[in-house]
């Protein structure tokens, strides 16, 4: 039996300051060392966006091995990305299912502000919510499982006990087992968000969109008259397929842009 929708935890709230223009929303890079393309374009976009702020709504990293990874030359560099980008505009992180190991103490350390998830977004007069994803993916059971697994503190801990080259080597065995999976026809794949639990996910705190990311299912939908999802395009300019795609909310809605376009001025 999937979990109930009323199961879902409250949303925090964040008002946006008077002034800005442009809110950028993007998630799923899956940042790693094997995709050196996809880093140069996301270093990039973050330095010269136009946008007031950049809301990376989970999954920045493949895998977040725990805070002294910043010791690390690919880690460390990416922590230099967002602090130059957040000393310029405002840079906000709300963790995924593969980077939740990142702490709030950690994102504060490089300018970042820590989203929870979910959380309402209050712009203009927009109401949004912003989540990353994977928690609304209801109907798959053994993910929801080991979701909760992980998300133990006791678990949590048994983890960041281990030797760093450890918990890097672990983490690289957790990635080829997922993309492995993703490859299979269905029921494997990524699952997607429970209609029900994110409408009433939405119907809580008085909001008709939701933003989220995870499922790789770039586009937009509505769920129930009234009731409207926009999911994140993931980013990979390393493969076959290159992609990569802003989402950017102004004053008058919502545009999806590819990453040229959103690096023009306003």
């Given at each position: 039996?999937?979990?109930?929708?009323?199961?879902?935890?409250?949303?925090?709230?964040?008002?946006?300051?008077?002034?800005?223009?442009?809110?950028?929303?993007?998630?799923?890079?899956?940042?790693?060392?094997?995709?050196?393309?996809?880093?140069?374009?996301?270093?990039?976009?973050?330095?010269?966006?136009?946008?007031?702020?950049?809301?990376?709504?989970?999954?920045?990293f493949e895998f977040w091995p725990g805070s002294d990874a910043v010791t690390l030359p690919f880690e460390q560099r990416c922590m230099q990305v967002?602090?130059?980008?957040?000393?310029?505009?405002?840079?906000?992180?709300?963790?995924?299912?593969?980077?939740?190991?990142?702490?709030?103490?950690?994102?504060?350390?490089?300018?970042?502000?820590?989203?929870?998830?979910?959380?309402?977004?209050?712009?203009?007069?927009?109401?949004?919510?912003?989540?990353?994803?994977?928690?609304?993916?209801?109907?798959?059971?053994?993910?929801?499982?080991?979701?909760?697994?992980?998300?133990?503190?006791?678990?949590?801990?048994?983890?960041?006990?281990?030797?760093?080259?450890?918990?890097?080597?672990?983490?690289?065995?957790?990635?080829?087992?997922?993309?492995?999976?993703?490859?299979?026809?269905?029921?494997?794949?990524?699952?997607?968000?429970?209609?029900?639990?994110?409408?009433?996910?939405?119907?809580?705190?008085?909001?008709?969109?939701?933003?989220?990311?995870?499922?790789?299912?770039?586009?937009?939908?509505?769920?129930?008259?009234?009731?409207?999802?926009?999911?994140?395009?993931?980013?990979?300019?390393?493969?076959?397929?290159?992609?990569?795609?802003?989402?950017?909310?102004?004053?008058?809605?919502?545009?999806?842009?590819?990453?040229?376009?959103?690096?023009?001025?306003?």
């Amino acid at each position: 039996m999937k979990p109930a929708a009323s199961e879902q935890p409250e949303a925090a709230e964040w008002h946006t300051p008077g002034g800005w223009t442009a809110i950028d929303f993007i998630s799923d890079l899956h940042l790693c060392d094997a995709l050196p393309r996809t880093l140069e374009a996301w270093a990039g976009y973050m330095q010269r966006t136009p946008a007031d702020a950049v809301l990376i709504l989970g999954d920045l990293f493949e895998f977040w091995p725990g805070s002294d990874a910043v010791t690390l030359p690919f880690e460390q560099r990416c922590m230099q990305v967002l602090a130059e980008a957040a000393a310029k505009r405002s840079v906000a992180l709300m963790v995924g299912n593969r980077d939740f190991l990142v702490t709030p103490e950690l994102a504060a350390g490089v300018g970042l502000q820590f989203l929870a998830d979910p959380t309402l977004l209050c712009a203009w007069h927009h109401r949004v919510l912003l989540t990353h994803g994977d928690a609304l993916c209801l109907s798959d059971l053994p993910y929801q499982q080991f979701r909760a697994w992980t998300r133990n503190p006791a678990t949590q801990r048994d983890f960041l006990a281990r030797p760093l080259a450890e918990r890097v080597a672990m983490g690289a065995g957790i990635r080829h087992a997922s993309e492995a999976s993703r490859k299979q026809p269905p029921p494997g794949g990524w699952a997607d968000i429970d209609a029900d639990a994110a409408v009433a996910s939405m119907r809580a705190v008085g909001a008709t969109r939701m933003v989220h990311g995870h499922t790789h299912r770039p586009g937009d939908s509505t769920l129930v008259p009234g009731f409207d999802r926009l999911v994140l395009s993931d980013w990979d300019l390393d493969g076959d397929a290159p992609r990569a795609e802003v989402l950017r909310l102004r004053c008058d809605g919502f545009q999806r842009m590819a990453l040229a376009d959103a690096l023009q001025p306003l």
